[in-house]
């Protein structure tokens, strides 16, 4: 729930730990983190997606890595211009902060794209709908941050479209990730569930679970059942589930 919060960029965030809360005012949260495709499997579940935490992060794959004994090393010469550029333009923003605005020309081209995402994401299954509900978003804070690096406070065509491009070029590692997902343990399970509930019934957890099978653990079945609950997938009633 905090790094949900803490991405939505409000005002402040706070953090209550006993006898010292922590209170962030205008709260910036930037994550780099790497993985590989199996431990995402393993790790990513039903709830990530319902709740929208999975989709609040950019998946990059790279390619395999090549057969290199010595790799060279950075040019120190180039991470210090890389460093001093960096440098320059936080200072920029910091003596003139400014409000973004989008060009009219980059707007209407974001326009169409957006609509374009739109509608390919209508025509997808519910996982990699949830999954990429948020590019959108990720692609107009990449051409924001563009604007940023150039010093402009004018969100241009070129910032957009470099923006659209490694949204685009991205469609391959989220097909990957929705492939793996479509096998994992956890959507086996909605599945099931909402096939059983699908025929009107109300039914209570212990009835849902004979009717699953044993082929899952309890603490598996629990998990998705109640990430189904709160994502308001299926509903409580009287001590009974319902769609």
Known sequence: ????????????????VRGNPII????????LTATTFERLHEELHVEHLDSGFANRFIYVTSSERK????PTTPDPKEVIRHQDKVRVVVEHWQ???????LHPDARRIWSAFYTALW???QAKTPEHSQIVQRLPLHAMKLALIFAALDMSPVI??????CAMRIIEGLEPTYHQIVERLATSVDLKIEKRIAEILTSGATLTKSEIRRKVGGHYSSVDFMRVLRAMESSNSICF?????HL
């Open 1 to 16: 729930p905090l790094l949900c919060e803490l991405f939505d960029a409000k005002d402040t965030a706070e953090h209550l």
């Open 24 to 31: 962030v005012e205008k709260p910036c949260f930037s994550l």
């Open 67 to 70: 057969c290199i004994p010595f």
């Open 95 to 101: 003596n003139n902060p400014s409000v973004f605005e």
């Open 119 to 121: 509608t390919k994401q």
């Open 156 to 161: 241009t065509v070129d910032h957009v479209l």
């Open 237 to 241: 009633t009287n001590g009974k589930y």
